[in-house]
């Protein structure tokens, strides 16, 4: 049986990362931002136009929350501390998205930068 962490880095060596800083320079106007933590997470604090799907219902909601959500939107996906981003980039892909970023270091990385 495979460990969390190690689930983490096999769906990290599939995906794409952006760093914070490419994430602050970076034309977001056209992408959709979406927050994989839980509810009560996102209500506390978030990333600005971000919307809230959390990973457990990721791929059930994707169609049904995004404006735009045709396979090659651009989206970038964010959690805590980017373990569960990086899970939900890979199932994005799985699902046949193509153009996925997962936020380097989640939230609390955004929120210290």
């Not at 959709?32 to 990333?47: A, L, N, Y």
């Amino acid at each position: 049986m495979k460990t969390p962490l190690e689930r983490v880095a096999e769906a990290k060596a599939k995906i794409v990362e952006i760093s914070i800083d490419q994430f602050k320079c970076k034309d977001i106007s056209n992408c959709t931002i979406i927050d994989v933590r839980e509810g009560h997470e996102h209500e506390d604090c978030k990333i600005e136009n971000s919307i809230n799907i959390p990973r457990g219902v990721l791929e059930f909601e994707i169609l049904k929350n995004c404006k735009t959500a045709g396979l090659e939107t651009e989206i970038i996906v964010y959690c805590k501390t980017g373990g569960r981003s990086a899970l939900a980039a890979e199932s994005l892909l799985d699902l046949g998205f193509s153009n996925i970023l997962s936020l380097q270091g989640g939230f609390d990385a955004w929120k210290a930068g």
